[in-house]
């Protein structure tokens, strides 16, 4: 009788065949909708921080190494693919791609990096008008920016003009411990 009941389960389980996919060898389908990791067409990025406003995981760093130089970092080890950057860029300089198989040993392997020469508005010195509000623009980081790229820290300081000591007092910023 058991003997029995075995067989038929065994022919059971043998009937579909194998609906399991050899992974490594075989790559699945990407679904057309899915938000990978960002990509950023340098030519296209006119410097507007429009991204570092907006990104909830803060993984997009903005600094100003001069007047007419700004540097943004990218740390892809932080994001969440949210896609927010993409959505707010006004020239559609970042598109999310379809990767997703994005494990490495090294942080710099997903980390991009854009130094942009910026030109100064003449009225204003350097204004962006975000088309959106939310929390995260009540920060009010507009004008020059000075975060920490190499701590990879938001410093939550800017200048209506740029100021080389404030570029000297960000470059000794230490993230707060709870250790000490």
């Known amino acids: 009788m058991w003997l029995t009941s075995k067989i038929k389960q065994l022919l059971m389980v043998m009937k579909p065949g194998v609906v399991t996919l050899n992974y490594p060898a075989e790559r699945p389908p990407v679904p057309k909708n899915l ?23 803060r993984c997009i760093l903005t600094r100003d190494v001069c007047q007419e130089l700004r540097v943004m970092l990218y740390d892809g080890s932080r994001c969440t693919y949210c896609g927010r950057c993409a959505d707010i860029c006004p020239e559609g300089a970042i598109t999310m791609s379809n990767s997703f198989e994005i494990a490495c040993d090294d942080k710099d392997d997903i980390t991009t990096r854009l130094e942009l020469f910026m030109m100064t508005c003449q009225r204003c010195g350097r204004c962006y008008e975000m088309e959106k509000s939310n929390a995260i623009d009540r920060i009010n980081l507009k004008g020059f920016r000075y975060d920490n ?32």
């Open 35 to 57: 938000r990978g990791q960002p990509v950023w067409d340098h030519q296209k990025c006119i410097g507007c921080g429009g991204c570092s406003d907006h990104c909830p995981s």
């Open 149 to 180: 790229l190499e701590q990879r820290a938001l410093v939550r300081t800017t200048s209506e003009t740029f100021s080389p000591e404030l570029l000297k007092e960000s470059d000794n910023y230490k993230r707060p411990s709870d250790k000490e």
